[in-house]
């Protein structure tokens, strides 16, 4: 096992070294709570910008769905009228300014979940360490835009969000320990804070707060080429692939539940775990190897004419939000910005 598959597994549990590691998150909790106290005593103030903003975000470290919520939250905005932008910082990009994304701005400029969301969705993104800014750029270069998504910006207290989505998964909040000797990247919430709706990516809640469950869903296959034309990917394609033994690869922080998914769409697969943002510099999988399935993550970073002779396909993940957790979160925006 290793020592960041260690780490995750401590962080479900308050054992020896969760315990070793505490005292470091005690510190982090006195940073946290310095930083919250000033924005709370008005010695930092947070900015608002022109248009409501609804931020997404997760307590705890690693993939919780934020990317397919806020695809999700793209689709359901445009369904109310809604002209949504979308802001990221990027995480692992290889620059640190501000970068308005388009189809031919490379993965390591953008970061792959921004990348990912833009072609997926077709919305204008930003991506910036300064989400201010860069919801000033976007705001500047897309004028019709008149909401603004903050994917995993649940920690960025500089910037004043009309609602907020808290995703959580099966994991609930762990062994309820800040960073490192848990996974939370800020106290557990007692109660739901204001303008908040808590989504659950999970078969059922996993925290004492009240929300929605998500319905996640592999949507189908695609060739590598299809995607990057954005082509959809076909339902059907699963069954084709039946009889056939593909090996899976995932660059995500929990790939396991990629594979368990693949395999209840009948697929024979074997797993190739890769680390959370893998750069595939070089293909990680053995030349020759007939058919690979990767994310949508993951296929941002690949080029269809450098897959040499490996078919690469794509399974597509969509969210299906309930119209409960669209008419909670609907009622947090300002009236005068609904069509």
Same mark, same amino acid.
């Given at each position: 096992?290793?020592?960041?598959?260690?780490?995750?597994?401590?962080?479900?549990?308050?054992?020896?070294?969760a315990?070793?590691?505490?005292?470091?998150?005690?510190?982090?909790?006195?940073?946290?709570?310095?930083?919250?106290?000033?924005?709370?005593?008005?010695?930092m103030?947070?900015?608002k910008?022109?248009?409501p903003?609804?931020?997404?975000?997760?307590?705890?470290?690693?993939?919780?769905?934020?990317?397919?919520?806020?695809?999700?939250?793209?689709?359901?905005?445009?369904?109310?009228g809604?002209?949504?932008?979308?802001?990221?910082?990027?995480?692992?990009r290889?620059?640190?300014?501000?970068?308005?994304?388009?189809?031919?701005?490379?993965?390591?400029?953008?970061g792959?979940?921004?990348?990912?969301?833009? %072609?997926?969705?077709?919305?204008?993104?930003?991506?910036?360490?300064?989400?201010?800014?860069?919801?000033?750029?976007?705001?500047?270069?897309?004028?019709?835009?008149?909401?603004?998504i903050? *994917?995993?910006?649940?920690?960025?207290?500089?910037?004043?969000?009309?609602?907020?989505?808290?995703?959580f998964?099966?994991?609930?909040?762990?062994?309820?320990w800040?960073?490192?000797?848990?996974?939370?990247r800020?106290?557990?919430?007692?109660? %739901?804070?204001?303008?908040?709706?808590?989504?659950?990516?999970?078969?059922?809640?996993?925290?004492?707060?009240?929300?929605?469950?998500?319905?996640?869903?592999?949507?189908?296959?695609?060739?590598?080429?299809?995607w990057?034309?954005?082509?959809?990917?076909?339902?059907?394609?699963?069954?084709?692939?039946?009889?056939?033994?593909?090996?899976?690869?995932?660059?995500?922080?929990?790939?396991?539940?990629?594979?368990?998914?693949?395999?209840?769409?009948?697929?024979?697969?074997?797993e190739?775990?890769?680390?959370?943002?893998?750069?595939?510099?070089?293909?990680?999988?053995?030349?020759?190897?007939?058919?690979?399935?990767?994310?949508?993550?993951?296929?941002?970073?690949?080029?269809?004419?450098?897959?040499?002779?490996?078919?690469?396909?794509?399974?597509?993940? *969509?969210?299906?939000?309930?119209?409960?957790?669209?008419?909670?979160?609907?009622?947090?925006?300002?009236?005068?910005?609904?069509?």
């Open positions: 096992m290793s020592a960041v598959s260690q780490l995750q597994a401590a962080w479900l549990h308050r054992g020896w070294l315990r070793l590691l505490l005292p470091i998150s005690c510190l982090y909790g006195l940073a946290i709570a310095l930083r919250a106290g000033c924005y709370r005593l008005g010695l103030q947070p900015i910008l022109p248009v903003v609804i931020v997404v975000g997760n307590l705890v470290a690693g993939g919780a769905g934020k990317t397919p919520t806020t695809i999700a939250l793209v689709h359901l905005l445009r369904e109310r809604f002209t949504p932008g979308i802001l990221s910082r990027g995480y692992g290889q620059t640190g300014d501000i970068v308005l994304i388009d189809r031919e701005t490379p993965a390591g400029t953008a792959d979940e921004p990348l990912l969301m833009h %072609l997926r969705t077709g919305a204008p993104v930003a991506v910036g360490a300064d989400r201010i800014a860069a919801g000033q750029a976007l705001l500047k270069a897309v004028p019709s835009v008149n909401i603004l903050s *994917d995993d910006g649940l920690q960025h207290l500089r910037l004043t969000r009309d609602a907020q989505v808290i995703v998964d099966e994991r609930g909040v762990g062994n309820g800040l960073l490192p000797a848990g996974p939370l800020e106290p557990a919430l007692r109660a %739901l804070p204001p303008r908040s709706v808590v989504l659950y990516n999970a078969a059922g809640p996993t925290t004492a707060l009240s929300g929605h469950q998500v319905v996640r869903r592999l949507t189908g296959l695609a060739p590598l080429s299809d990057w034309s954005g082509r959809p990917a076909k339902a059907e394609a699963f069954t084709e692939m039946h009889g056939h033994h593909a090996l899976a690869a995932a660059g995500l922080a929990r790939p396991q539940r990629f594979f368990d998914m693949l395999r209840a769409q009948g697929l024979s697969i074997g190739l775990s890769l680390p959370d943002h893998h750069d595939f510099a070089t293909l990680p999988w053995p030349a020759g190897t007939a058919d690979v399935v990767v994310t949508e993550k993951d296929a941002v970073k690949l080029k269809p004419e450098a897959m040499g002779s490996t078919r690469v396909w794509v399974a597509t993940l *969509d969210f299906d939000l309930s119209p409960a957790f669209a008419a909670e979160l609907m009622q947090w925006l300002p009236p005068n910005d609904r069509p």
